[in-house]
């Protein structure tokens, strides 16, 4: 089973002929003490095009010292990592692979360098005698694990590496590192020792930049430099071109699937909030293929798209269940406790344990499947080339602005058609069909901020107030399914279904609440002179 340490540390680069310094006195140390010599041996892995290191990630199998075994180390912040660990095997353990498929796909870890380190450990203890702090000074030793590389095949360095120990004050690192610097230390060019092995032995010259890396997407078919026919020297040939439509929409669709990259760890790992951002950014990004066609061909975008509502379905699952489980908490804390009648809590609680054990398991399934790693593997080859149409060329603002205003208008119709519907589960469907487009052009005028600035952010504001009004609507509609779910399960048990009702009655008092309150809300943000600062 994996164990998890947050490891938080500075590395200094030092000379064979630098010592080290008293540190009693810097920040809250009082004493240092020596916890001796260990020497360790580690092999570590990754793809042959070092998929891994070009997103700072390590995977290490390490004999020798008191932690031996199998670590994964996942950026968290500078200077923080999370290091997962497994017991020592042969092969990479199935749990740490399974955290970097996103990162590797199809392609195996193999070993790519070996580092054999001496190290020498001090602790720096507080005046009461608490470890505040681990200080190793380390003798490294990198060789190449059988690829041949442009630069030598064994390299040696020495360096210093302090690490917070209980979670401490990371002031201490700033007070320390001053002290060691003063003494001739400098602090690491390298995030890592294995990043400093690639760099000294040539390793890294031959990675490939991460898919969808490229500064400038390609040029649309018979476009010129900066879009359209290509023109001759003339008047103000000589001016900055602004961004393309092809550059804005690209950028929003990187930074989409990086999150997407990025928080499947997390996912698998179950940290806190984790499915949820995820879920949003594959909403995000089918929501700007849809909304900019005239920059990213519909054909090639369509099947991904579809595949994307797949993963946010599956992912969903679990979210939904979290948020709806929230609500219902909520709502029972605040009726009077004389009106609680019957085990209500303890049902509530069950019913969403039962849930969670599921979905839970579901998510993993989804995240190992073969479907959803060829999703992956399209939104990589998406971002190598990808599909543009013959406007991506033109300036941004246009194109950008045109979007938005199609999806607001888009919007317009379904709020419009919603509020003429007849109370009941037909305005609640169509209620629920303009929060979708409520979303979508939200998200649309996300992208287009670095094209339209202010009035984009301004606008994606005063839409997102409108998503949250029709959001809390349909949570309610959601919830009533569920208490009614809970008073069906409650009355064949034999229990009182008086608490569910009354908190049935309260989620149909909040949905009129927000009915009424949505034409206000509305006319505010359909004013003409909003969209009017678009088109500016």
Known sequence: MADTVREI?????????????????????????????????ALYYDTPDQRL???RITL??????????????????????????????????PELTALVRSRVLDREPVPLVRLRTRRTVRVLKDAAGAPLAELAVDEVRARRAGKAGPG?????????EVELLGGGDAALLDEVGRALVAAGARPAVAESKLARALAETGLDRDRPAPPGARSHPPRPRGAGKHGGKAKGKGKGAGKKAGPTAADVVLRYVREQVRVIVELDPAVRRDLPDSVHRMRVATRR???VFRSYTAVLDRAVTLPIGLELQWLAAELGIDRD???????????????????RLGPVSARLRIWSERRRAGSRQEVLAVLDGPRYLALLTSLHALLEAPPLRPAAGRPAPGITAAAVLKDYRRLARRVEAALA??????????LHGARKAAKRARYAAEAARPALGGPAKAFARRIKRVQQLLGDHQDSVVARGALRELATQAHQAGEGGFTFGLLYGREESRAADRERELPGLWRKVSRRKHRDALRA
């Open 321 to 339: 269940r979290e948020v709806l489980t929230g609500r219902l908490q909520g709502a029972l804390a605040e009726v009077p406790r004389p009106l």
């Open 152 to 160: 030598p095949a064994e390299v040696r360095w020495r360096e210093i």
């Open 9 to 41: 540390e500075r590395k200094y680069e030092v000379d064979d002929d630098v010592r080290l310094p008293d540190l009693a006195g810097a920040g809250r140390v009082a004493t240092v003490g020596k916890a001796g010599a260990e020497e360790l041996d």
């Open 53 to 55: 290191a070009a997103a």
């Open 421 to 430: 519907a007849p109370a009941g589960r037909e305005r609640d469907e169509a």
């Open 60 to 93: 290490r199998r390490r004999t020798g010292g008191k932690d031996a075994g199998w670590h994964l180390k996942l950026p968290v912040a500078p200077g923080v990592r999370d290091e997962v660990r497994a017991p020592l095997s042969e092969e990479p353990p």
């Open 285 to 287: 990004l089918r929501s």
